[in-house]
């Protein structure tokens, strides 16, 4: 006999998103509070992204279960040298477990960072 596993998928309500979140990643290899705002019934705000202060607008495919972030700046600066730290990038939505998880592509006005980076938020 054959096992078959499918993945279970609770259904995905917003609104449990929102509220303290704890975030990490692998760019700054740092875990941090965070906060979310549910935006639309399509888009999540997240505060303090990376830890920094900046909020970044998360956009969700409610069936899919997976996210896209356009372009924006997460840090006035990284370092001395580089401005405008930015990501940008797409991943998936956790609804059983309340994690929002981003793999991103990183850069400053001065270039890009090779590889990606994942930054995941958990509800708390």
């Known amino acids: 006999s054959y096992a078959v596993s499918y993945p279970v998928v609770c259904r995905l309500v917003l609104e449990d998103f929102e ?20 935006i639309s019934d399509t888009q999540i705000k997240i505060n303090n992204f990376a830890g920094k202060g900046k909020s970044v607008l998360v956009d969700i495919d409610t069936e899919a279960y997976t996210v896209s972030v356009a372009k924006q700046i997460i840090a006035d600066t990284y370092g001395t040298a ?22 991103a592509t990183c850069g400053v006005d ?15």
Request: charged residues 20%.
């Open 19 to 38: 509220g303290s979140m704890t975030g990490k990643d692998n760019f700054y290899g740092l875990t941090y509070d965070a906060t979310c705002e549910k």
């Open 82 to 103: 580089y401005t405008n730290l930015y990501l940008v990038g797409n991943g998936s939505v956790d609804s059983c477990n309340g994690i929002v998880k981003i793999v």
């Open 110 to 124: 001065q270039g890009t960072f090779g590889g990606s980076f994942t930054f995941e938020f958990r509800v708390k």
